[in-house]
């Protein structure tokens, strides 16, 4: 979500899109004519999305673990 104080006194009402909404969440490219989906957080390729499912796969392998410790 944007954050309030990154915007020069406006508010988030203008139609400009807040910095995360202008490249991808993993590797921070263009979106093409394609933008893909996961878990609502805007990717701009299949790449993208199996490294971002293999990083959230990661990080639930690894907090099962820390339960248990």
């Not at 899109?17 to 969440?25: L, M, R, T, V, Y």
């Not at 989906?37 to 907090?63: G, I, M, N, P, Q």
């Amino acid at each position: 979500m944007c954050d309030a104080s990154a915007l020069p006194e406006r508010g988030l009402a203008q139609s400009e899109p807040c910095s995360s909404a202008k490249g991808c969440a993993v590797c921070g490219g263009k979106f093409g004519l394609i933008r893909y989906y996961s878990w609502r957080t805007a990717l701009c390729s299949k790449k993208c999305v199996d490294r971002f499912r293999t990083r959230r796969e990661r990080d639930r392998r690894w907090l099962f673990r820390a339960q248990f410790a």
